[in-house]
C-alpha cells in the first residue's frame, strides 16, 4: 500500500475577488509537476464565488466534470440548451465529450456559493456531449458511504470511466471501512469537515489522502466529519 498526503494548507490558491479557489492538483495558473493528478482524478478545486458572479461560457472537451454545491446554488448553462439550477445536495456530472461550451453563475444575489469542481479523465474518448443531475438525501449518508457517481449504478449519476464518487457524515467516534470497486483503482479520501483517522493517517479539514495498493481501507472520526471519496482508476483511459 501506498499513500500520498496533501495537507489543505499546501494547495494551490487563486483569489480573483468574484472567485476564492483552492487547488488540490495543478490548474491555471497553480502547477506543480508533483501534483498533476492521482490516476484519472486531475482536478479537484474547492471554489467560493461571489454573490451574483460566476464562470462565463467556455468550451470543454473530452473531460468528464463533476460539481458538488456545498452551500449556495449554482446555476449551470450550456451549448446543448441546459439550463439547470444546482443546489446543495445535488450533484451534477458533465461528460465533455467531443465539446461542449457552459457557463456556472452564482445564482444567489445575497450570499456566496461554494462547491467542489472535480475533473475525471474519461474511459472513451468524444462522446456525444451528456449531462446529468441528480439530488441525495442527506440521511442516506449518516454514518454510512453513499455512492453519488457511478458507472454501474442507477441511483447515482453516471459517468464515462470506471470511477466512483461517495459521501459520507460521520459523527464522532464513529469507525467505518470502504471497499474499492475495481481492482487496480486508488481511492483519494477529500476531508469536507472535521476530523478522521484513516488507515492511521491523521486528517483534517480539506485535507486529501491519496491511497493505492490497498482493496479496503479504514475510517474512524475523530469529530463530527464529512468526507468525500473518489474511487478512480490508477491508469488514465481506464
Do not use: C
Not at 492538483?25 to 492521482?38: K, L, N, T, V
Not at 473530452?62 to 445535488?90: A, F, Y
Not at 467505518?176 to 481492482?183: A, D, E, P, S
Amino acid at each position: 500500500m501506498k499513500t500520498i498526503l496533501h495537507k489543505a494548507a499546501t494547495r494551490g490558491h487563486a483569489n480573483h475577488g468574484w472567485l476564492n479557489s483552492y487547488h488540490t492538483f495543478s490548474f491555471a495558473g497553480y502547477h506543480d509537476p508533483e501534483r498533476m493528478h492521482f490516476g484519472a482524478l486531475r482536478v479537484l478545486n474547492d471554489d467560493t464565488v461571489a454573490k451574483g458572479m460566476g464562470f462565463g461560457k467556455h468550451p470543454h472537451d473530452n473531460m468528464e466534470i463533476v460539481s458538488i454545491p456545498l452551500s449556495g446554488d449554482l446555476h449551470h448553462n450550456d451549448s446543448t440548451g441546459r439550463d439547470k439550477i444546482i443546489r446543495q445536495g445535488d450533484v451534477q456530472i458533465m461528460s465533455a465529450g467531443s465539446g461542449i461550451a457552459h457557463s456556472e453563475m452564482n445564482a444567489n444575489s445575497d450570499r456566496d456559493v461554494k462547491f467542489l469542481q472535480v475533473w475525471v479523465f474519461p474511459k472513451e474518448k468524444n462522446i456525444a456531449p451528456r449531462y446529468e443531475q441528480k439530488s441525495f438525501a442527506h440521511e442516506d449518508r449518516k454514518n454510512s458511504i453513499a455512492t453519488v457517481v457511478a458507472p454501474d449504478d442507477d441511483s447515482a449519476v453516471w459517468i464515462n470511466q470506471d470511477a466512483w464518487f461517495s459521501l459520507a457524515d460521520l459523527s464522532a467516534g464513529n469507525e467505518i471501512g470502504y471497499t474499492l470497486h475495481k481492482n487496480g483503482n486508488g481511492i483519494y479520501v477529500f476531508v469536507l469537515e472535521g476530523d478522521v483517522t484513516v488507515n492511521g493517517q491523521a486528517l483534517n479539514k480539506r485535507d486529501g489522502l491519496g491511497i493505492t495498493g490497498a482493496d479496503t481501507i479504514s475510517i474512524k472520526a475523530d469529530s463530527e466529519a464529512q468526507l468525500l471519496f473518489i474511487d478512480v482508476p490508477m491508469t488514465i483511459g481506464g
